[in-house]
């Protein structure tokens, strides 16, 4: 699944190429995504401005003057900008067509993924009970010392708690925990405020990390050019069961926590 620095990558990727264009008219070759392509949708953005192009947690938010476009790249999903006349590939189930000769072309195997039109994102249900992000101010040592108290969860899964913190997602977790020298089932509430600060920094650094290297390409994410991401040339941890631990070269191990995959070095991290 496309996380936070695969969805960033996107967001500066095509950012430039729509912000300031206005909508000819929405092409839905197939609604029927996770959620159903409202019907609304191709009547209210045509002829509409794109003015900004954000991002909340693993969400793309697309505001023009009055409404919200929400997009979500689900499982396996890509946003490209290509010319209209290029013709769409199979599972290419939405366009949003620019004054430019432009689209915004929405590939998406799976359907696990969304489009979706707001007038009010920040009350949206998807949106509204989600974290700070871990790249803001906001998230910070006092922070997770604070909501990890009392907590028996495994720290990695406290940390894929969008409620928690935004969209840091399992591989990144894993990374940033291998970096702080703490193990993934590590009950949260055991940490203490040095090892909170250790962690947040090495979120930050792993998640700036991978923004450089354009995200994490584990099956077939690919940037806003069609480019995929490098950054699973540099993963320490995550994927590594069996191999040396590039620290101690002690065999890095493999659990199952939340139905997800855990990697971790039994030597180095605590």
Known sequence: MPELPE???TRRGIAPLI????VLRVVVRNPKLRWRVPARLARELPGQTVTDVTRRAKYLLLATSTDTVIIH???????????TSLAPELHEHVDIVFDNGYCLRLRDPRRF????WTDKPSEHALLAGIGPEPLSAAFNAAYLFRVSRGRR????????????????GNIYANEALFDARLRPKRPAGRLNQDECGQLV??????LTRALRAGGTTLRDFQNASGKPGYFQLKLKAYGRDGQPCPRCRITIRHIRLGQ???????????
């Open 7 to 9: 969805v960033e990558t």
């Open 19 to 22: 912000t300031g264009r206005r």
């Open 73 to 83: 790249l689900g499982m396996s999903g890509s946003l490209r900008v290509v010319p």
């Open 113 to 116: 993924g969304a489009v979706l």
């Open 153 to 168: 969860r495994a720290i990695r899964d406290l940390l894929l708690d969008g409620h928690v913190v935004a969209g840091i």
């Open 201 to 206: 920094r090495t979120i930050r650094a792993t």
């Open 260 to 270: 997800r995959s855990a990697f971790f070095c039994p030597n180095c991290q605590l």
